[in-house]
């Protein structure tokens, strides 16, 4: 399982290997906030509906982190829609984005709460990782690299439609391998809300890739 | 206006019920009324009258006043007959979906489930709480037998509480487990059957043809788990592995004299060549033309791709970029021959990769890979497959082989969850669980076609679109709240249904006419918490022998009962109370028969004055008809019904909705039949 865990699909990514064994020295956290440590005995708590349930392990701290920021990042591209000259489909397509992510992220940030985590600010830039005293900067699988991120800012009407649907699917994809790669992990998801969470994440992008792999085919022909 | 009822007009009809003395009448019509305003504690009161066909406003679901137990409330053409909180070892789970089974309601939870016998319904009775926690825990009922799904990673095969920590092990439960609830109290597991992606939902299909054994359709979206564990699930597509787990469901066959028998019999694809439905395609005109420039393009060496079924001439922008970065990778500088050749070779791949591979027989398009709910109607024949990005309408009449015959998309759709027919199979409705149901999709700033209903009419098979139907009262962002389960509650002559929107509470509507769905009852709570989102609300409601009675995840089990209104008569509810079922799949949805009835010809006779289908006079002497019938018996009662069966036979051609009053006529005839 250890490099599963973190695999990325875009080819920018700095791979990284973190596994559950060595979930005793790692921390996680946000690129601009100093990384809380996250010692064994966190999750503090197990949320209070699921008492009688295992509690959320290290593996699940880092999915929900690593969401927030993954998130994030679909909230940048899909903001861009109206000033950019989306056409109306996309636009749609972002606001749903849009709106759907904004609400993911606030339940994200709650569990993180709910567990007496520090709560992640919703920023998309890589995460910082501190393994065995050693920082390493990542973005989640299938984020936009800063180069990617720069094309589609600097897009414009079809090129803009275009570059979003195949960068949203390159992005989606990768929070499909995230929680793929969730529920191959031992111990991870066996906390509902976790498993719920995810789930969701997973059933609902799939479908929006498909949707958007549909609305891409017509953007090739110029 | 299909339902600008005047006050007189209803007391009208109440008043023409009975022989009784109109006073009697009078004041029975006066306490129902007291019921059918809104009621409310714990927030504004509304300020509607009795009767009327205004919903109260303010709407009092607006600004409930939070608590776990102790929420506000408010409730409009519905009276709360029992709030039972969960047993014990329920407390602080989730409650799930619902099944019925004579005097009985079985109560899913991500704990395992809860036998209630609801033959009081103001006080149900716990009969056993068994603990065997898996998600969803849907649950279906058919004779002795009970099934339960288990999709999730912690799911034990021995019930146990300690998950399952391990990616790969024995122990994991994910599919179905089978039941004999012959002694209710006591359930004994009798069988399981694992799958590859776990059970989300299932269906039960019981096949009219063969009663020695019964169908369930097992639905799940989750991930496919690993070989080890379960031999057989393969993950990768079909193109790259015929065994694939993806773009199928799977159908389990259980002897019902042996369930421990029970086994997948097969596993369908019914997404094979799946393409994107007829309303987002192109005109045959347009085809032609993409053929001509298709031609054209290949004649002067253009860069052709085969996309979803069609020749697409690529885009120079496209082919240039491509091009580059190949002269490119090998450190050239100018384009050559065999930089083409090298792109028309990884031509299919580069287009895999963005939109899917090419379409052809065994190659799966970009579509969905299983379903969330499938919703049979083994009366007509079909059932409707929520899955994915789209609403299927499958064949159902060869119970282990379905077919596809239909499907639909729609860009206001995120998730299509699950699907209810009209009793006439004229009509299918899909909900979109847009969020999961874990988000509040119900904010003044949430779209009413995002996360709603969509309402289809069935011509000839094929689904054509009529309206959306979402819950029409703002909740707060610490309510989750989209489209989820309901059922059709039986009035006849019109559908009605009740369904459940999470926090958003349970909404009862009228979707007769299917393109101007209305919003004709409700109960709500609200919310939880309000300072943060806490999943709670209406899992399921579903119409079961005369309650309604719904699933709520952290408050436990409510029912409720109509109660007449303008929109709704007690005859029409007298009606629907006549149809008697001795089970209740929602999934495995029944075919509603009235017996003949007074209250069925009354209803008829209500739905009539409502619309102005029948002169009022007629109407008056129709009841007057009807209460000496009643009053009669034997000879005379039959002589009365056959006679004014006779006279509405010939108000057919001056009567504005004619085909009402032939239903009348029916059910008056039927009543005469039944008369020794």
Not at chain 1, 76 to 91: E, F, I, N, T
Not at chain 1, 174 to 180: L, N, S
Not at chain 2, 226 to 233: K, R
Not at chain 2, 649 to 671: I, N, W, Y
Request: aromatic content about 6%; charged content about 20%; overall charge neutral.
């Amino acid at each position: 399982m250890m490099s599963s865990l973190i695999r990325g699909r875009a080819a920018a990514l700095l791979a990284l290997v973190a596994t559950t064994a060595c979930a005793g020295t790692l921390a996680v956290g946000q690129s601009s906030a100093p990384a809380p440590a996250a010692g064994p005995a966190s999750p503090r708590a197990a949320t209070s509906a699921t008492a009688s349930r295992p509690a959320a392990n290290p593996a699940d701290v880092q999915f929900v982190s690593g969401m927030i920021s993954h998130h994030a990042q679909a909230l940048v591209m899909a903001g861009w829609a109206p000033s950019h000259g989306a056409s109306p489909a996309v636009a749609t397509l972002a606001e749903r984005i849009l709106a759907g992510q904004k609400d993911e992220i606030v339940t994200m940030q709650t569990w993180m709460r709910d567990h007496g985590l520090p709560v992640p600010e919703a920023k998309p830039g890589p995460m910082t990782m501190t393994m065995n005293g050693m920082t390493h900067q990542m973005l989640m699988p299938g984020m936009l690299t800063d180069d990617q991120m720069k094309a589609l800012d600097a897009a414009r009407g079809r090129e803009f439609d275009r570059l979003f649907l195949t960068f949203m699917i390159q992005h989606h994809t990768g929070a499909v391998t995230m929680v793929q790669d969730l529920f191959g992990t031992n111990g991870a998801a066996q906390e509902q809300s976790i498993y719920k969470l995810a789930s969701d994440v997973s059933a609902d992008q799939t479908t929006e890739i498909e949707r958007m792999q549909r609305m891409l085919a017509p953007y090739l022909q110029k | 206006m299909a339902f600008d009822l005047s006050a007189s007009r209803a007391a009208r009809a109440a008043a023409g019920r009975h022989a009784a003395p109109l006073l009697l009448a009078g004041l029975s019509l006066i306490s129902a009324c007291a019921q059918s305003t809104g009621a409310t504690s714990g927030g504004p009161a509304p300020s509607t009258g009795a009767m009327s066909a205004q919903a109260p406003s303010p709407d009092p679901r607006v600004g409930l006043r939070a608590g776990l137990m102790d929420a506000g409330e408010a409730a409009w053409n519905l009276r709360v007959v029992s709030k039972t909180p969960p047993s014990e070892k329920f407390l602080g789970g989730i409650n799930s979906d619902l099944a019925f089974t004579k005097n009985y309601v079985i109560q899913g939870s991500f704990n395992g489930y809860q036998v209630w016998d609801i033959s009081n319904p103001r006080s149900p009775a716990l009969r056993t709480a068994y603990y065997c926690p898996a998600s969803q825990s849907d649950v279906s009922v058919y004779k002795n037998l009970l099934f339960v799904s288990g999709e999730d990673l912690t799911a034990r095969i021995d019930c146990g509480a300690g998950g399952v920590p391990e990616a790969v092990s024995k122990d994991r439960l994910r599919g179905i487990r089978i039941f004999d609830i012959t002694d209710i109290a006591h359930p004994r597991n009798v069988g399981n059957v694992q799958t590859c992606r776990g059970s989300h939902t299932h269906t039960v299909l019981v096949d009219p043809k063969d009663s020695a054994n019964v169908y369930v359709y097992i639905s799940g979206s989750s991930q496919v788990r690993s070989e080890q564990e379960l031999p057989g699930c393969v993950a990768a597509t079909p193109d790259k592995d015929p065994n694939s787990a993806l773009f199928r469901i799977e159908v389990i066959k259980v002897p019902v004299a042996h369930p421990e028998q029970a086994a997948i019999v097969s596993s369908p694809r019914i997404f094979q060549d799946l393409v994107a439905p007829a309303r987002h395609g192109e005109s045959p005109v347009d085809l032609a033309a993409a053929k001509r420039r298709a031609d054209s393009a290949r004649a002067v060496g253009g860069f052709i791709a085969k996309i979803q079924g069609e020749d697409v001439v690529l885009g120079n922008g496209f082919v240039k970029t491509r091009i580059d970065s190949i002269v490119k990778s090998r450190g050239g500088t100018t384009a050559t021959a065999a930089d083409s050749t090298a792109l028309r070779t990884a031509l299919p791949s580069i287009i895999a990769a963005l939109v899917g591979p090419e379409a052809k027989a065994g190659v799966p398009q970009p579509g969905p890979t299983q379903c969330h709910d499938i919703t049979v109607y083994p009366a007509i024949g079909l059932a409707g497959g929520a899955c994915g990005g789209y609403g299927l309408l499958l064949d159902i009449r060869d119970p282990a082989h379905p077919t596809r015959i239909g499907a639909a998309a729609d860009s206001n759709f995120s998730y299509w969850h699950s699907a209810t027919f009209n009793n006439d199979g004229t009509k299918i409705l899909f909900s979109d669980e847009w969020g999961g149901g874990m988000q509040p999709k119900c904010r003044t700033t949430d779209k009413p076609e995002w996360g709603a209903d969509a309402i289809f009419t069935l011509v000839n098979g094929k689904m054509e679109f009529q309206s959306y139907y979402k819950l029409p009262a703002p909740q707060t962002s610490s309510e989750n709240c989209v489209a989820h389960n309901g059922s059709l509650i039986p009035i006849p002559g019109r559908d009605v249904m009740v369904q459940a929107w999470y926090q958003g509470g349970i909404s009862l509507f009228d979707w007769t006419d299917a393109a101007h769905p209305k919003e004709i009852g409700y109960h709500d709570r609200g919310p939880v918490d309000a300072s943060k989102l806490s999943l709670g609300g209406s899992w399921s409601v579903y119409w079961y022998n005369g309650l309604i009675v719904s699933s709520e995840i952290q408050r436990g089990l409510d029912i409720f009962e109509l109660v007449p209104s303008a929109f709704i008569s007690q005859n029409e509810i007298d009606a629907a109370k006549t149809v008697h079922l001795d089970y209740l799949n929602t999934q495995g949805q029944p075919h509603i028969a009235w017996p003949p009835s007074f209250a069925l010809a009354r209803a008829y006779a209500d739905q009539l004055a409502r619309n102005d289908g029948l002169a009022p006079a007629r109407l008056t002497a129709v009841r007057q008809a009807l209460s000496s019938a009643e009053s009669a018996s034997g000879a005379q009662r039959k002589s009365a019904l056959t006679q004014l069966a006779s006279q509405l036979d010939s108000d057919v051609g001056s009567a504005s909705d004619k085909v009402k009053v032939r239903m009348l006529e029916g059910a008056v005839r039927d009543l005469a039949t039944i008369t020794q």
